[in-house]
């Protein structure tokens, strides 16, 4: 069963990849053993991440990058991640509407994603689709996802090179100095840049590239900031050379600082697999006991407060080890 | 049901049709229930639909149909049918009575008219998913 479906993967059986990526999302148990078989089939694609604010133009960017590498004949996953409602647990995913062009493209598998995971998790599954594209042998594997949060900075460091998309005016670089994209980026994109303040945002942006450098070393690659034009196919061919230029210089790396380097990103993403792992197999077990909706019933009516509450939820259910830390 | 399972929709406008409200309408709606909608757009043909089904691994399609072009959904579901891709298909928007049933006759699960509430597409949708 396991080794049919990972066959018919690697030989890049478009339906079975879709299915065993819902299955993922949806934590279909039997999933890992897929994914565990699925592992030494990985490792060639080049992962490419894509991050910004909402309405930056990201989508519109990817279906022209995807265009460019098409023509080169490359293969390409495309991987659009967008937030779930935290009020309702649903989403809207509109970011094909950008890349219709490449809907009927057999070299071209598009897949939206919803960030789901109320446990944290996005990482997760986003890490197992890219897992999935790779095993089908396409070139190329760009991640979109909305720059906000502690989980998409995440994910740009499982790509091997992190493109971050900003818009003209709008406090965007304050954001972005929340959000620690600085550290993260290798390339900056200053989409929009029809707009009148684009060369301002470029000053702002040079400004603060500068100081980040001064505090972090990227084996000697200084990101550099490109204008662009999605909608008018403009600094497209420029981003993909810094892409090609930064995979060059990440290969060029002292062998003991890409060991390195493989062993931070590993680290990363064992001890993010199992916190995932851990949180939520601890959380469905205790939130589907009937203590747990003993405990909601008497905070409610008033006759138990929330900090005593989780204290005899923990301490009843967490084995013994667990329970002092 | 794992809290991790979501119902997924795709939602599209076929053909030469511009009307896009209803579809972002109805989209809406779905998110505030709890679904996932995977949103096309406006002028998809029904190759582009199907093949964005199949990538999407959606478990509903729900196509919005306000011009009149039910060649389109017919041709849709005999590219489905081709494809042996089989999912649910429900139109939405103001087709008259004979031409819903000439489209239930092809294959299509359900006809909404555009005064049907959210809470009805929702009921329906969850239904046959539950199937
Ligand atoms: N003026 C202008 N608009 C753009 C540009 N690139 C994208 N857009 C528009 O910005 C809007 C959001 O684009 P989208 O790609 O969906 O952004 P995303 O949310 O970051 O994926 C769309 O209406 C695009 O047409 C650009 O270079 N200039
Ligand atoms: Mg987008």
């Known amino acids: 069963m396991v080794d049919s479906i990972v066959e018919k993967i690697v030989n890049g059986d478009v339906r079975t990849a879709a299915k065993l990526i819902g299955d993922i999302d949806n934590r279909v148990p039997g999933t890992r053993e897929i994914l565990k078989a699925l592992y030494k089939h990985t490792g060639n694609a080049y992962i490419i991440g894509i991050t910004g604010a909402p309405g930056a133009g990201k989508s519109t960017l990817v279906d022209e990058m995807v265009r460019d590498l098409r023509l080169q004949g490359k293969t390409v996953g495309v991987l659009a991640v967008d937030p779930t409602s935290p009020l309702s647990g649903g989403a809207i995913l509109g970011d094909r509407v950008r890349m219709q062009r490449h809907s009927l493209d057999e070299g071209v598998f598009i897949r939206s994603l919803a960030t789901r995971g109320q446990f944290g998790g996005l990482t997760q599954s986003t890490r197992s689709v890219i897992d999935v594209f790779d095993a089908m042998g396409k070139d190329y594997i760009i991640v979109e996802t909305v720059g906000v949060g502690q989980d998409e900075i995440d994910i740009a460091k499982s790509a091997h090179t992190t493109v971050i998309v900003v818009v003209p005016g709008m406090g965007d670089h304050i954001q972005a100095i929340k959000a620690g994209i600085f550290e993260v980026g290798d390339i900056f994109v200053i989409n929009k840049s029809d707009r009148s303040d684009a060369n301002k945002t470029l000053h702002d942006f040079k400004a603060m590239i500068d100081i980040t450098r001064k505090r972090s070393t990227n084996g000697g690659w200084e990101p550099p900031i490109l204008m662009a034009e999605a909608v008018n196919n403009k600094g497209i061919v420029e981003l993909l050379i810094e892409i090609e230029k930064h995979r060059k210089t990440r290969k060029a790396l002292s062998p003991e600082s890409i060991i390195h380097n493989k062993k931070a990103i590993a680290q990363l993403e064992l001890i993010d697999m199992m916190k995932i792992r851990l949180v939520e197999e601890v959380l469905n077990h205790i939130t589907n006991s009937l203590e747990f909706k003993e405990c909601l019933d008497c905070i409610v009516d008033g006759t138990k407060d929330p900090y005593s509450a989780c204290d005899e939820l923990l301490s009843a259910k967490l084995p013994d080890g667990l329970q002092q830390s | ?131």
């Open chain 2, 1 to 131: 049901m794992s809290n991790n399972q979501r119902i997924k929709v795709l939602v599209s406008v076929i053909g030469l049709d511009g009307h896009f409200t209803g579809a972002e309408i109805v989209s809406r709606y779905l998110m505030d229930a709890g679904m996932e909608v995977v949103y096309l757009g406006i002028y998809q043909t029904p190759e582009m639909i199907v093949s964005a089904a199949i990538q999407e691994n959606v478990d509903v399609i729900g196509i919005s149909s306000h011009a009149a072009n039910y060649e389109q959904i017919n041709l849709l579901m005999e590219l489905m049918k081709k494809n042996n891709f089989s999912v649910p298909v429900m139109c939405g928007g103001s087709i008259p009575p004979q031409d819903a049933e000439a489209l239930i006759k092809k294959g299509v699960s359900k006809i909404f008219l555009p005064h049907s509430t959210s809470e009805s597409i929702v009921d329906y949708i969850v239904s046959i998913v539950k199937k």
